[in-house]
């Protein structure tokens, strides 16, 4: 079935470190979706990617979305103790009719003071 | 209001218990999801309401039913859980279900332990 990866699924950083988690697709994305999850929270939506080859950036966050529209990437600068959380890349992936919204496997983000 | 609001926030219930979970958006949405979600993995899709018409079913099993009475209301019945179906239960909305410039916003959940 489709499937969207991320890597790592866990990643542990000092504050002030960088931070970037990998998204990949077995199939070609309509657009791009990250969410963030805090811990015992719910996903809430940071940024929507639709063009190939696209970059938004959202202060310390940079959102890139691969030229194959396959991939997508999530860099923090500058960690702080408030990034934490998990996460989410999530493909719209158009199949007949329908798109669903398929989220990533996620990861875990831990920012050590 | 930008607001998906989930009821209740906790359930536990018996394994020959009925009981539904309720979520509400006012935000003319007309796409509503229910999502389940069990510890460190991601949300996964089980339904998909579009203009009140069920329009995606992930091959959920039927001891789940979903109901849309209105554009703004969606619930979840429940019947005959097993205690693998605990989990994070969690409502999203989104103005279409086509998702061309738009996102999906959730609520806080259900968190539903079946014993």
């Known amino acids: 079935g489709q499937q969207v990866m991320q890597i790592p699924q866990y990643q542990h950083v000092q504050e002030g470190e960088d931070f970037t988690t990998y998204c990949n697709s077995s199939t070609t994305l309509s657009n791009i979706q990250w969410y963030k999850q805090r811990p015992g929270g719910h996903p809430v939506f940071l940024i929507q990617l639709v063009k190939s080859g696209e970059v938004k950036k959202q202060k310390r966050l940079t959102f890139q979305f691969g030229e194959a529209k396959k991939n997508s990437s999530l860099h923090i600068t500058a960690t702080q103790t408030t990034d934490v959380g998990t996460y989410f890349c999530a493909g719209i992936i158009s199949s007949g009719s329908a798109r669903q919204l398929t989220f990533g496997s996620g990861t875990q983000l831990t920012v050590l003071p | 209001d930008t607001e998906v609001t989930q009821t209740p926030k906790h359930l536990v219930m018996g394994m020959t218990n009925k009981k539904s979970l309720k979520c509400e958006q006012h935000?003319?949405?007309?796409?509503m999801y229910w999502y389940k979600q069990k510890a460190k993995k991601p949300p996964e899709l089980m339904f998909v309401?579009?203009?009140?018409?069920?329009?995606i079913n992930e091959s959920v099993p039927s001891r789940f039913s979903p109901e849309c009475p209105n554009s703004s209301l969606l619930n979840l019945h429940l019947h005959a859980l097993q205690p693998e179906d605990s989990a994070l239960y969690l409502c999203?909305?989104?103005?279409?279900?086509?998702?061309?410039?738009?996102?999906?916003?959730f609520g806080q959940g259900t968190r539903l332990t079946v014993v």
């Open positions: 309401y579009s203009y009140e018409k069920l329009s």
């Open positions: 999203a909305s989104s103005q279409d279900r086509w998702l061309r410039n738009t996102e999906a916003f």
């Open positions: 935000m003319g949405h007309r796409a």
